[in-house]
């Protein structure tokens, strides 16, 4: 995948926006926001646009609905009364709205696919989509989801689970995602002690000049699996023109795929060690 191809959103779920950070997102092309309707309790979508304010038009905003005060929910009317809410506290309509970790209720899936085409078709929003952390559960309902989302987004990154890649790739393709977009790249912490055992740098083409580990991190996580976009999370401008200069560096193919054969071979020999244990149980 080329550079121009991939793109990094401005995560808000572990920090709301400040000003400083959106107006280095757009000084350095970071032009998509990744939000939702329960994040900053309940509060995310009215602090955005105050503290975004005029900049706001000058973004793609993509949020998520499923989440409630109550709890986990797809009921249609509470999706629906979601997105009308989010428009309003917004100012505007989002470019994007998304079923929120429908694995909860994989039987609700199906009607909650049919809300957001609604939704759309009712000019509340401008595309939809899924939004999934464990996509394992939702392969055996995909085929009763008639509508074809645009957008299917999944974990991505060396620290997913080869299952879990594998069933994100599977999901994608059977419930017809127009693309897929990537999320928590990093696991939720960059600076975890995990990642200094491992040289990132190792899954890139090389002759790229000098690359942080940070930012082959992210490289490689365009490439694991293949998504052309990434939310990623920041407080600070100078960490945010970091990232987004890995949207340039290009992960090499063959030691993508060689990686993935490895966790493939892997997560066999488990499910051949887990039967065995049961058999002899």
Request: hydrophobic content about 45%; proline content about 7%.
């Amino acid at each position: 995948m080329r550079g121009a191809d991939r793109r990094i959103a401005l995560g808000l779920y572990r920090a709301g926006p400040t000003r400083p950070v959106l107006e280095r997102a757009l000084e350095v092309g970071v032009t998509a926001l990744d939000t939702a309707y329960n994040y900053g309790r309940f509060e995310g979508h009215r602090t955005l646009a105050t503290t975004a304010d005029d900049l706001l038009p000058r973004f793609e905003v993509a949020t998520k609905v499923g989440y409630f005060p109550n709890g986990h929910s797809l009921a249609p009317g509470r999706l629906r009364a979601a997105v009308e809410e989010t428009a309003q506290a917004l100012g505007r309509v989002p470019d994007t709205v998304l079923v929120h970790n429908p694995e909860h209720d994989p039987a609700g899936l199906a009607a909650a696919c049919e809300a957001l085409t609604a939704c759309q078709a009712d000019g509340l929003c401008r595309a939809w989509g899924i939004t999934t952390w464990n996509p394992l559960p939702l392969l055996r309902v995909a085929a009763e989801a008639q509508a074809r989302p645009d957008v299917v987004m999944v974990r991505a990154g060396l620290a997913v689970p080869g299952p879990v890649l594998d069933a994100a790739e599977h999901f994608a393709q059977s419930i017809r995602a127009g693309e897929v977009w990537g999320m928590a790249p990093f696991a939720g912490n960059p600076s975890d002690p995990v990642w200094s055992g491992l040289d990132t740098r190792l899954f890139l083409e090389p002759g790229q000049g000098p690359v942080s580990s940070v930012q082959a991190r992210l490289a490689a996580a365009f490439a694991v699996p293949t998504v052309s976009r990434i939310a990623v999370g920041t407080t600070r401008p100078d960490h945010l023109t970091e990232l987004a200069a890995a949207t340039r560096i290009a992960a090499s193919a063959e030691t993508v795929h060689a990686y993935r054969a490895l966790l493939r071979e892997r997560a066999g020999a488990r499910g051949k060690e887990a039967a065995r244990a049961a058999h002899h149980g």
